[in-house]
């Protein structure tokens, strides 16, 4: 199952983008890139996902790059809020056709006034 | 919707007692799957269940036993509690393998 690595931890100012890499070195080529967050001790949130395309949504963007290597989550204006663990998560194949995710320890991000 | 709603939110249990967590989710998602959490690390997999009467083993599932009787409820059992089986447990539910999962808000073990 694909690993992935991120930093610990980092800090952002409010109201500036929050980049956050992520490096899947090992990843297949069906695996997705998934990201959540949790927030302070409460159950992960999704925000996105990828397979090689870059998205947008209302929360984030994903840029993953062509070789798949490694993504980047973009929060563009981080807001105290934005403040948590955020976890780079590849999503690997079970058995009958069924997924399951691999946690990181994630990178808590610490948004500052 | 309530979504995924877990309880209880706290507990203590003595060393060698029985108990079940339960996991319930009112979106009718097929897909449930119970994770632990054990301090500044990462969720585990415990087991996972596909629809109605399907479960199947994840990553740790030592331990533990879990029944899927309706497409709501997916309970966790833990037979014969150990202080390793400390830890923050939650529930998620899918619509499908390939959907994102949606968490609860976790049950808080604590095994002495």
């Known amino acids: 199952d694909a690993k992935t690595t991120q930093p610990p931890s980092m800090d952002c100012a409010e109201g500036r983008a929050a980049n956050l890499p992520c490096n899947h070195s090992?990843?297949?080529?069906?695996?997705?890139v998934y990201w959540y967050r949790q927030i302070h001790s409460q159950g992960p949130q999704y925000i996105i996902h990828?397979?090689?395309n870059n998205e947008t949504n209302e929360m984030a963007s994903l840029i993953i790059t062509e070789d798949r290597k490694s993504s980047t989550l973009i929060l563009p204006h981080a807001t105290l809020r934005d403040t948590a663990v955020y976890y780079c998560i590849v999503r690997a194949e079970g058995t009958s056709g069924t997924y399951k995710y691999i946690f990181g320890t994630g990178t808590r991000l610490k948004v500052l006034a | 919707n309530a979504g995924v709603t877990q309880t209880p939110k706290f507990r203590i249990l003595k060393i060698g007692q029985s108990m079940t967590l339960q996991c319930t989710q009112d979106m009718n998602h097929n897909y449930m799957y119970w994770y632990r959490q054990d301090p500044g690390m990462g969720l585990k997999l415990i087991y996972y269940?596909?629809?109605?009467?399907?479960?199947d083993k994840g990553e740790v599932p030592n331990g533990y036993n879990v029944s899927r009787s309706t497409t709501e409820d997916f309970p966790l059992r833990l037979e014969l509690a150990a202080p390793s089986q400390t830890s923050v447990y939650f529930c998620?539910?899918?619509?499908?393998?390939?959907?994102?999962?949606?968490f609860g808000p976790g049950t808080r073990l604590t095994v002495t």
């Open positions: 269940s596909v629809g109605a009467g399907i479960t």
């Open positions: 090992t990843i297949s080529g069906n695996e997705y």
């Open positions: 998620a539910s899918s619509y499908a393998g390939s959907y994102e999962q949606y």
């Open positions: 990828g397979l090689k």
